[in-house]
């Protein structure tokens, strides 16, 4: 169940979503130590660039909820073939400071991060769940699912009712490249680089 209102963001007249999947590229594809070859490497941002979505800006009215779900899928169907296949990072971006509620709740996942070797322990139920309060400029990274596209059932995570507006950003890299109109536009990935 969702009662926010979202809008994706067009990246042929927004400069604002080329920047956000730029942005979360190069944190991506920051693994290599030397600047001088990550800023050279344009085909390889543009390559990072290629497995995001276009990013979405999500507002949630007072009382507005999503309901506990998973980002990820348990098994790969059409839709996610069409989309890039499994979702393997989500990334939110809180824009504004939100006074009271508003939560993203982890509810399989506890605040003290205990959970079993086998990732199936996930805590006694009365344990305090894992909660992030919304912060404008906070960012959230998660991984619903392993770099193979195997599913994590611990992060299923919901949107609680705040008691004033909430607004977030969301992008989602994918395990292959998405492509357009869900992606960026061929023309759009051209003009990404590292800088």
Known sequence: LRTSTSTTLDDMTN????????????????G????????????SMQEEAALFEAPTVIRYEPDQILAPHYDANRSADTEDANRGGQTLATLLVYLNDVEKGGLTRFGKLNASGAIG????????????????????GDALLFFPADYRGEFDPRTEHEGMAAIDEKWIARIWRHKNRVPSPFGLSESSLCNIDYY
């Open 117 to 136: 070797s086998d990732c199936t322990n996930f805590g006694d139920a009365s344990e305090e769940k894992l909660v992030i309060q919304p912060k404008r």
């Open 32 to 43: 290599d130590s030397d600047e001088a070859a990550l800023e050279s490497s344009s085909s």
């Open 15 to 30: 400069f604002g979503a080329r920047e956000f999947v730029r942005q979360a590229a190069r944190l991506f594809n920051s």
